[in-house]
């Protein structure tokens, strides 16, 4: 298995990350194309203004658009590039402050998507992993992550970082209730 970094976001890996979008790859798993390309715009218009966005942890950033359109107040975040001499994939983080709980309309503190041509080097596990360690930087006691049902790679990736399944439930009507199912890995361990 190949060692993989995770990286803040610069214009220096930028080509790697624009690259990985062209091909069709989306860092988000339920807004897929529209936030690809949303992104590819935003980099065309201000690529260091793109950067320094995906990097967060005080909630500075505008709101977030949801899959109905909607938009809600943004949380503190982070984005790592996942990285093996060239964007592999991205993770990212969200939390609120002095809490593990998230507003309803959050569906798990991290997500992460690794390119097609790179998925199972074990790069997702390896990410999530360091991941977990900026939510214990952060004094979380727990962090979840939701999956699609039918989306088994992702919650292989989960349970290997010791997450279990807590719940089956339907998202928001923002998401389209969409059925999706709920892990969470205990940090304080």
């Not at 991941?131 to 962090?143: F, K, N, T, W």
Request: charged residues 20%.
């Amino acid at each position: 298995m190949s060692a993989i970094e995770l990286l803040k976001p610069t214009t220096a890996l930028l080509p790697s990350y624009v690259s990985a979008l062209m091909t069709g790859w989306s860092p988000d798993n339920v807004r897929r194309e529209v936030a690809a390309r949303e992104q590819l715009r935003a980099i065309e218009v201000d690529a260091q203004a793109f950067v320094d966005g995906l990097d967060d942890p005080t909630a500075s950033g505008g709101p977030i658009p949801l899959p109905d359109g909607s938009t809600v107040a943004r949380l503190p975040s982070i984005v790592r590039w996942i990285w093996d001499g060239d964007v592999s994939g991205a993770i990212g983080f969200r939390w609120q402050t002095g809490t593990a709980e998230l507003p309803p309309n959050v569906p798990g503190h991290i997500g992460f998507s690794v390119v097609p041509w790179k998925r199972g080097n074990g790069y997702a596990r390896q990410a999530l992993n360091l991941m977990l360690g900026e939510a214990r930087l952060q004094g979380l006691s727990y962090v979840e992550l939701t999956v699609d049902p039918e989306n088994i790679a992702s919650q292989r990736v989960i349970a290997a970082c010791d997450g279990v399944l807590i719940e089956r439930f339907r998202k928001t009507a923002a998401y389209g209730f969409a059925e999706s199912l709920r892990f969470r890995i205990e940090l304080d361990r």
